[in-house]
């Protein structure tokens, strides 16, 4: 079995920052692909940005060049640096590890005022 927590989301006023963490645990082996998402109310859950087990990373339209995301390999750990947030950006994040089957957290509440 394999538990996914978040941290980090919050209220934040637009043009503010957050950083959002990830913990995988349990039966994972070796370095796995891992990724954020994020669900706003009345829409499908959307690719923010992921990061592959060799290190490439790839974004959202929206996400690219405000967001980055980045791993401790050694922890199972990712993490969001969300910069310049928008109202938009308002959603749950969720993070999500694939080991190999996709394993999802409960999710963190990011939300951004005007």
């Known amino acids: 079995q394999v538990q996914v927590v978040e941290s980090g989301g919050g209220l934040v006023q637009a043009g503010g920052s957050l950083r959002l963490s990830c913990v995988a645990s349990?039966?994972?082996?070796?370095?796995?692909?891992m990724g954020w998402y994020r669900q706003a109310p009345g829409k499908e859950r959307e690719l923010v940005a992921r990061?592959?087990?060799?290190?490439?990373?790839d974004y959202a339209d929206s996400a690219k060049g405000r967001f980055t995301i980045s791993r401790q390999n050694a922890k199972n750990t990712v993490y969001l640096q969300m910069n310049s947030l928008k109202p938009e950006d308002t959603a749950v994040y969720y993070c999500n590890i694939r080991a190999p089957n996709d394993y999802w957290g409960q999710g963190t509440q990011v939300t951004v005022s005007s």
């Open positions: 990061i592959g087990s060799r290190g490439s990373t």
């Open positions: 349990g039966r994972i082996f070796g370095i796995n692909p």
